[in-house]
């Protein structure tokens, strides 16, 4: 599955984006799909995630501002992110478990987030 990104850019504090990540391959065969997130110095976190069951997890700083979703018939994957702050700020990767593996199969190249103050 190879993944790309889109979306990303530079918003208020406040704001509103929505991150799309388009799959080669159906993500309807990944054992889930999720968003990971960097900051510069920082650990990659992981945002949100999606099972192929539907069920979600989500970053306890995100709850309630972040909704995760996918369209299984365009294989697409959302992150609608509303009310960023600052601390949102990162690099956004699309990613897919295709194994049971702890970490992600696949990766996309990353789409940059960047709120200001």
């Known amino acids: 599955v190879q993944l790309v990104e889109s979306g990303g850019g530079l918003v208020q504090a406040g704001g509103s984006l929505r991150l799309s990540c388009a799959a080669s391959g159906s993500i309807f065969n990944a054992n889930a799909v999720g968003w990971y997130r960097q900051a510069p110095g920082l650990e990659r976190e992981l945002v949100a995630s999606i099972s192929r069951g539907g069920d979600t997890f989500y970053l306890h700083s995100v709850k309630g501002r972040f909704s995760i979703s996918r369209d299984n018939a365009k294989n697409t994957l959302y992150l609608q992110m509303n009310s960023l702050k600052p601390e949102d700020t990162a690099m956004y990767y699309c990613?897919?478990?295709?194994?049971?593996?702890?970490?992600?199969?696949?990766w996309g190249q990353g789409t940059q987030v960047t709120v200001s103050s």
């Open positions: 990613v897919a478990w295709i194994s049971f593996a702890p970490m992600p199969d696949s």
